[in-house]
């Protein structure tokens, strides 16, 4: 492994039924992750995904390069631009990507990793620390 690996790239299709499941998952039932009139209402550009089911697509890339969810051992991230669902069966693409961006002394790696939706990052300084094999 060398500063500068690619991991494989994911692409996600976030649609309106996913949701739902993830909203009784979390029970962040917010309505401006199902309600269109709600949303506009308040000044969004129609419904959006959670933030956290985002973040969380970003973890599986990490977590599905490394075979073994626990070695990912920190992720944090910060919501930079929404991600808007339409009402249809194809949903929203969010793309996502990674890179080393460091090895460290002590057997782990920083990951960095992008989040696209519509040719724009949904994600800011998205980071993994990750143990290594």
């Given at each position: ?48 995904a ?65 989040a696209?939706?519509e ?15």
């Amino acid at each position: 492994m060398n500063v500068g690996d690619q991991l494989p790239p994911l692409s996600v299709r976030i649609t309106r039924a996913q949701l739902v499941r993830y909203a009784g998952a979390s029970l962040d039932f917010n309505p401006i992750h199902w309600n269109e009139r709600f949303a506009t209402e308040v000044g969004l550009p129609g419904v959006i995904a959670h933030g956290m089911l985002t973040m969380a697509l970003g973890g599986r890339l990490v977590t599905d390069w490394l075979g073994d969810p626990g070695r990912l051992i920190d992720y944090s991230a910060r919501f930079t631009r929404p991600v808007v669902v339409p009402d249809d069966d194809t949903g929203a693409l969010v793309e996502f990507t990674g890179k080393v961006g460091e090895l460290r002394d002590d057997g782990t790696a920083r990951i960095d990793i992008t989040a696209k939706f519509e040719g724009k990052s949904v994600l800011g300084k998205a980071q993994a620390v990750v143990r290594l094999p």
